[in-house]
């Protein structure tokens, strides 16, 4: 049986690969971490830092163009996965700033 015939994608927004820097915010501190990928609804950010389910966070992920705008969202973390002493989460996309 061939199973990619039998694949349906789940999602309603592809996730774009980026492999970008970004700045998180909390409420009392910045950290740098990188973007591994981003869709409609969220993104999956790896950081050196823990972080609690449910923390919200502004991000800040600059334009690498001068002519589009930095991405700022506030988000929210619903899951993570570690991987050695990297943390890897699942990011819901709260609120788009401008």
């Not at 970004?22 to 009392?28: A, E, G, I």
């Not at 502004?58 to 570690?82: G, K």
Request: proline fraction near 3%; charged fraction near 20%.
């Amino acid at each position: 049986m061939n199973l990619s015939n039998a694949y349906e994608e789940k999602r309603n927004f592809i996730r774009m690969k980026m492999d970008s820097p970004l700045q998180l915010t909390l409420s009392d501190k910045t950290i740098e971490g990188v973007c591994i990928d981003l869709s409609g609804t969220g993104m999956c950010i790896e950081l050196k830092e823990p972080l609690k389910i449910g923390s919200q966070a502004v991000v800040h992920l600059p334009s690498q163009q001068s002519q589009i705008s930095a991405f700022n969202a506030i988000v929210r973390v619903n899951r993570v996965m570690e991987d050695g002493d990297l943390f890897y989460y699942g990011a819901e996309i709260l609120e788009l700033l401008s």
